[in-house]
């Protein structure tokens, strides 16, 4: 793994004691009312880390993707949810307008996003398209200078709550005739579904959304007309690393409160860690996190070289999400019955580690994409 410089350790010290201060605080809130953290989240724009990776000519940090993984990782051993907000806010809702945006529309949004002011959301999955982005059914018809959207998405992180959704429609017939375009949130005949009761990640928001009639300028429209799907491709394979990392912190964060317990609790003639049972766990479930952090650092430093990684990524994202479920049974399961209440933080990380599972790509698609990769002539 690379090694780590001493602005990225500092980026790091500042991140944690943030996150075990002034994110911890409001984790009970948030679960106790699923309440989007829209003050913290305008504190870490304060702070800087909604803008990491992006240009410093545009507000941004201008720092590199690895230390951007590592806020994700760091705030996810805290708050998974507030991980997912900034992993979907960078990676997917900024990411794309400093790919493929016009400088104008980089002018126009990335110190919104870099501050915090504005948050992003990234509109692809429909109900009839999920893991096959090419079947969307949400059209937008070109009328001189502007196009009219119409149809709807479903499962959109942040959704309630940001300003510009990257949001992709059909523009023509064929499969992949998909464009993407940057849509505001007053935007007439754009309308805000429901919020969706989740099992786990309470406090990160997520909505369907409704295009009726909505008019877009041609300003509006995120590179060129029919590039969408290389653009939701590009921008999910670089999503997919920030979801590693939030599942390694759940995954770390299963490790140390196992430890912490194992090491307190007394049972028979001490503590329950002097158990084989109970050591030999904590053991597999500390390689599982070393092993999925190098993955995820492995990943990142490439996609920071430009090299062409999907293999990496998948396997990345892949291993995290399985280390953080199997360790959060396993946390629960060495806390015994405290473990299934909700005094202790194992479970709710129990609850939050499955949809890492689940989004930027279940884990099916991440086999089927590290085999394409490992059977290519």
């Known amino acids: 793994m690379k090694q780590v410089t001493a602005e990225q350790e ?10 075990e201060t002034e994110i911890a ?26 803008g990491i990776p992006i240009p410093v000519e545009y507000g941004g940090a201008g720092m590199n993707y690895t230390p951007y993984i590592q806020a994700v990782h760091q705030i996810s051993k805290v708050s998974a949810a507030v991980g997912v907000i900034l992993s979907v806010h960078t990676s997917v809702g900024t990411n794309p307008i400093v790919y493929f ?22 509109a692809l999955s429909e109900p009839n398209a999920g893991s096959d982005a090419g079947g969307i059914r949400t059209k937008a ?22 300003d510009t959704y990257i949001t992709f429609a059909r523009t023509g017939e064929g499969k992949r005739d998909i464009s ?13 579904g429901k919020k969706e009761r989740k099992m786990g990640l309470h406090g990160s928001n997520t909505v369907s959304l409704t295009f009726d009639n909505c008019q877009l300028s041609g300003d509006q429209l ?12 590009h921008n999910l394979n670089i999503g997919r690393i920030g979801i590693a990392a939030q599942a390694l912190g759940i995954s770390d964060a299963a490790v140390t409160h196992a430890i912490n317990y194992a090491k307190e609790r007394k049972q028979f003639t001490g503590p329950i860690a002097d158990n084989q049972g109970i050591s030999f766990k ?26 062409s990684c999907a293999k990496e990524v998948s396997m990345a994202k892949l291993y995290a999400s399985k280390s953080a479920v199997k360790n959060a049974i396993e946390a629960v399961q060495v806390l015994g ?41």
């Open 10 to 19: 500092m980026l790091v010290r500042m991140i944690k004691e943030f996150a």
């Open 25 to 50: 605080q409001e984790v009970p809130r948030m679960e106790r009312e699923d309440r989007f953290p829209r003050e913290l989240i305008q504190k870490m724009g304060s702070l800087g880390l909604m």
């Open 101 to 122: 945006g016009t400088e104008q529309q980089k002018q126009h949004y990335l110190p919104k996003l870099a501050s915090g002011q504005y948050i992003g959301a990234f």
């Open 141 to 162: 018809v070109k009328s001189g200078n502007s196009y009219l959207l119409n149809g709807s998405k479903v499962f959109i992180t942040n959704g309630g709550e940001a």
């Open 180 to 192: 993407a375009f940057i849509v505001e949130k007053d935007t007439p005949g754009f309308i805000i």
């Open 222 to 233: 995120l590179g060129k007309e029919h590039e969408g799907f290389a653009i939701a491709m």
């Open 282 to 307: 904590l053991a597999d479930m500390a390689t599982r996190s070393e092993a999925a952090k190098l993955l995820v650092y492995q990943a990142a430093s490439l996609v920071e070289q430009g090299v």
């Open 337 to 377: 019955g405290y473990g299934y209440t909700e005094d202790y933080p194992v479970e709710r990380l129990f609850r939050d580690a499955k949809i890492t599972e689940i989004y930027e790509g279940t884990s099916e698609i991440q086999h089927m994409v590290i085999a394409k990769h490992l059977l290519k002539k």
